[in-house]
């Protein structure tokens, strides 16, 4: 551990004497003087390090965000070269270098992987990805498995093959898009759950990997609400709204209100916040709890009391997502905090069951204004409620009616997407026995299509934020 201590130290920019304590759910990384916080460190089963975490926010070690244009070639050469060190430091197995990617703003992440010999291709999740800012400082990283298997099954399906199955699939779906400046346009998308073909020309679908299946959508009854938003909130005798500006409305306990001390924040009970962008609702009301909880029926009706007062005639704008149930009791630690005698819990947060509420127009979704709400499973009150807004008015006046077909959507679709073999985790159970497919890849300069606009025939593309790949680099 003492070496393991040394290695560490070196990645924290004062480099102090530090030490490694056990407590109950992982190993953290103090000063060995002062027992000031750095981070935390995870171990394999045997005894490998799987994974570091240095809070660099706390040690004041973090940078201000930096501009694209100022990513210069030095600047890249010195993290990859950090990277390396760790690499060396931390990692007993040989691994190349696969990509560096800018994930979030002047967030960037490096990635190593085992390579298979044997076909030339790299191994998913088992060489390190490293995670650091832009002043080269290593805020986390994570190994890759110790072990795994690759199958190396009989390929039946050539690449040209497995495009032809793709092309038999619905690989892209008509969708409305809201774009930053509130235009509504009709766009295709590729179908996300769709990732490729395996090389006995399995088409791979995220789902049937998961052992899930997609959840169905139901349409929904006009809705004659019967409580107001007050009483759906939970407001009570003891609140008092102290805050309405035309957009937020705050409630506190009144005894709360009288007692605040200067230069102190209250604690609204329940807040509403409410404006052309969108509504966001959240009550922290006592409850009680009961034998039982409410049933799904009786909570779903709650939902949707609650949002046809938001939004409105929401049988016309919203499909309701199949409900996931969670059958679990209370977790433990809720148990241990639950507050006892009157069986009233003000302090704590009551579980819930939430409803997803997807928007759609005349049977297209809308991404980005699906409305959340989270009903307790014993109060039934609305606990969160959160959702966006469009412009109505340019969403009637749309022109829906695709000037470009699918068909031709799909040609341009497939005039830039190609297929690479890869190797890619078998089952979800199972992540580290591994399968080969072809899995869907464009390797143009522009990167992978994001839509097709259906008016205009117009391609955006993802900003994969890659500034560095295996090709531009030599393996270690």
Avoid at 88 to 97: G, L, R
Avoid at 313 to 327: A, F, M, Q, V, W
Wanted: glycine fraction near 6%; aromatic fraction near 10%.
């Amino acid at each position: 551990m003492e070496q393991l201590e040394l290695k560490i130290c070196k990645y924290i920019k004062s480099q102090p004497e530090i030490k490694i304590v056990q407590n109950k759910y992982n190993y953290e990384i103090v000063d060995a003087q002062t027992s000031e916080w750095y981070g935390t460190v995870d171990f394999f089963e045997n005894g490998s390090i799987s994974s570091l975490d240095l809070e660099l926010w706390m040690l004041g070690e973090d940078c201000e965000p930096v501009e694209r244009s100022e990513e210069t070639s030095t600047q890249i050469d010195g993290m990859i070269g950090k990277a390396e060190q760790f690499i060396k430091d931390f990692v007993p197995k040989k691994v190349e270098f696969s990509m560096l990617v800018e994930w979030d703003e002047s967030d960037y992440m490096i990635i190593y992987e085992e390579n298979d010999d044997k076909l030339n291709l790299p191994i998913p999740h088992t060489g390190c990805t490293i995670y650091m800012n832009a002043n080269g400082e290593i805020k986390s990283a994570n190994i890759g498995i110790p072990s795994y298997t690759l199958t190396y099954p009989q390929v039946t399906v050539k690449k040209e093959e497995a495009k032809e199955l793709l092309r038999n699939e619905q690989l892209i779906q008509l969708h409305l898009q809201v774009e930053d400046d509130g235009q509504v346009e009709l766009i295709y998308r590729a179908t996300p759950e769709i990732t490729g073909v395996k090389v006995d020309g399995e088409v791979d679908n995220v789902y049937e990997f998961m052992g899930v299946n997609e959840l169905r959508m139901h349409t929904i009854a006009p809705v004659t609400p019967e409580k107001s938003v007050e009483q759906l909130l939970g407001l009570y005798e003891n609140l008092i709204r102290y805050k309405d500006d035309g957009e937020s409305q705050l409630w506190v306990e009144t005894d709360h209100l009288n007692t605040k001390q200067e230069d102190t924040e209250l604690e609204p009970v329940v807040s509403i916040v409410n404006n052309e962008t969108g509504h966001f609702s959240s009550s922290s009301s006592p409850w009680v709890k009961q034998e039982n909880k409410l049933s799904i029926n009786q909570l779903q009706e709650q939902a949707l009391q609650y949002l046809e007062q938001v939004v409105g005639t929401i049988h016309e704008k919203y499909l309701l997502e199949e409900p996931t149930i969670i059958e679990e009791e209370i977790d433990e630690q809720l148990e241990e905090l639950y507050v006892e005698g009157d069986n009233a819990t003000p302090n704590l947060y009551e579980p819930t069951q939430m409803f997803t509420f997807i928007r759609q127009h005349r049977g297209m979704k809308i991404e980005g204004f699906n409305a959340y709400i989270h009903v307790g499973i014993y109060s039934g009150l609305i606990r969160e409620c959160s959702t966006s807004f469009i412009n109505e008015t340019r969403l009637q006046s749309m022109d829906l009616t695709p000037k470009l077909s699918i068909v031709e959507a799909q040609k341009l679709y497939f005039k830039e997407m190609d297929l690479k073999l890869a190797w890619s985790i078998k089952e979800f159970d199972e992540p580290s026995i591994y399968d080969l497919a072809y899995l869907i890849n464009f390797p143009g300069e522009n990167g992978a299509i994001a839509t097709i606009n259906a008016h205009t025939g117009k391609i955006t593309y993802i900003d994969t934020g890659i500034l560095r790949e295996k090709n531009d680099r030599s393996p270690l």
